[in-house]
């Protein structure tokens, strides 16, 4: 299928999102479309598939001029969007999810379980993807939850496949084996558009790549014809320098240290410690238990034994109340329902978790000093909104990461967690929260970072703590740091 897209604007009340933007997709390519959250990335391929209604320009699809009026309608013309947004039925089950508003019937209008059950299964082996098709959703993962959203796409016979920050929540193997099916359908003459912001992929995967910048079309290149400093440059107008920025910090006290935690059948006799300045990276693969056991020091997940101690004295932890009192901060993997309340304003978010800042003997808000402190935020992490009063949920994915950041820094904490601190997050805003995680360490705070991203945790940590089936495989110093090392010890083996 070839689709164009020329002079395409759209305005969400006084906010220009799209300024005659546009695309074009080959047969059997995969286009990577690129640029900084905001960029209105996400916002042209609603317009696509009948999300958004356009307010100029023409959208063309295999010679004639289209507008589906809804997903549906894209649908039947073989268009199929996997959103970012994870869009799950919690409650229902995997089969009940992949089958949703598709079901196979027999006589009378009756769901043909057997059959259903025979082609979800089906697709699952396809994808590699070792989940009982009877399991409940909110029983999953996020990376699991992510996998049943693509397999729902390749239930449908597809010519235009759109995938919005697929891999994000995905293991390092699933996303190999995702990449497969990918180079499967392209041999099929399925194109896809692919929209990531993990420069890694886009060079491994696409064909051609297209870059927006504030709402407009920047420019189409061949993939073999640019390198990641042509891309950044397309995206942020400028070029972005060293990746990582380097870090000069000298290593305090030891501000927390884990002694034996245990969750039976979760996690066992995990031991470390952080030291103040430190950067301790946690490496693992998805389900190893590197976020339960962060939950569990957080006080979200409950422990059978093991002590945490903060500063050399023993604590109790037994609900994040107590955590922040003790002065843990913890920025979650999944922004969306644990980080945020996303109908709430960036205000709102904020000054919730920092309400001695913002009210007077934390009964009364004093608003010249939480206008002060969300101007600030907004200043600081360079949120891109109309203002302190935008809703969150408006907000793009990386936008959205900005405000968990700053509402949980400005709490002044001394050890800091952060669960895939720039999942979704594009170049630009990555180093600028790989910045705030070198200042904060400058400032003497210990930071724990849990990333997939292996470059990122070798660019950013002091020492990587490999997690693998509940146990600390190891845990590697700066000078023994590659990607080989934490591989195999996260995959069972040793250094």
């Not at 955590?323 to 993997?333: L, N, S, V």
Request: charged share 25%; hydrophobic share 40%; net charge negative.
């Amino acid at each position: 299928m070839n689709i164009e897209m020329r002079g395409i604007n759209k305005a969400f009340g006084s906010n220009q999102v799209l300024k005659n933007a546009g695309f074009l997709l080959s047969d059997g390519e995969v286009h990577a479309l690129m640029g900084e959250n905001g960029a209105g990335k996400s916002t042209l391929m609603k317009i696509l598939t009948g999300v958004y209604t356009r307010d100029a320009g023409t959208v063309i699809v295999d010679g004639k001029e289209v507008e589906y009026h809804n997903p549906q309608e894209a649908e039947k013309a073989g268009i199929v969007f996997i959103y970012q947004e994870l869009n799950v039925m919690f409650d229902l089950t995997v089969e009940e999810n992949l089958f949703m508003g598709k079901e196979i019937t027999k006589g009378f209008g009756i769901c043909d379980k057997k059959a259903m059950r025979k082609k979800a299964q089906e697709i699952l082996d396809k994808m590699g993807v070792n989940i009982p098709v009877g399991a409940t959703m909110s029983e999953l993962s996020v990376g699991q939850q992510q996998m049943i959203e693509i397999c729902k796409a390749l239930m449908v016979d597809a010519k235009v496949i759109i995938m919005d920050e697929p891999t994000a929540a995905l293991t390092q193997s699933e996303t190999e084996a995702l990449f497969e099916v990918i180079q499967s359908l392209r041999q099929k003459g399925v194109s896809m558009v692919y929209i990531s912001h993990r420069m890694e992929e886009i060079f491994e995967l696409c064909d051609r790549i297209t870059v927006l910048r504030d709402g407009s079309y920047i420019g189409t290149e061949e993939i073999k014809d640019v390198d990641m400093n042509d891309i950044v440059k397309m995206m942020i107008g400028r070029e972005i320098g060293e990746r990582f920025p380097a870090r000069n910090v000298k290593l305090g006290k030891e501000v927390l240290k884990v002694d034996k935690l245990t969750k039976n059948g979760v996690f066992h006799d995990v031991s470390f410690s952080v030291r103040a300045g430190e950067v301790l990276g946690v490496s693992g693969l998805m389900g190893s238990g590197r976020t339960e056991i962060m939950q569990s020091i957080f006080g979200n997940m409950s422990i059978d034994s093991g002590k945490i101690y903060i500063e050399g004295k023993e604590v109790q932890i037994k609900n994040p109340s107590q955590a922040i009192k003790a002065g843990i901060g913890f920025i979650t993997e999944d922004r969306k329902t644990e980080g945020l309340m996303l109908e709430k304003s960036i205000e709102e978010n904020v000054s919730l978790a920092n309400l001695g800042k913002v009210s007077r003997n934390n009964t009364v808000l004093s608003s010249a000093s939480e206008d002060s402190l969300v101007k600030k935020a907004i200043e600081e992490f360079h949120i891109k909104c109309f203002g302190p009063n935008h809703e969150c949920n408006n907000l793009s994915g990386g936008n959205q990461q900005k405000v968990v950041l700053a509402k949980w820094i400005y709490t002044d904490p001394k050890i800091l967690i952060l669960d895939e601190p720039t999942r979704g997050v594009d170049i630009g805003a990555k180093k600028e929260i790989y910045s705030v995680i070198n200042e904060l360490a400058g400032k003497g705070v210990a930071v724990i970072m849990v990333s997939s991203e292996l470059p990122e945790v070798l660019g950013m940590s002091d020492r990587i703590m490999v997690v693998r089936e509940g146990e600390v495989r190891g845990i590697v110093n700066q000078d023994e740091a590659n990607q080989e090392n934490v591989m195999t010890l996260a995959t069972g083996g040793t250094i």
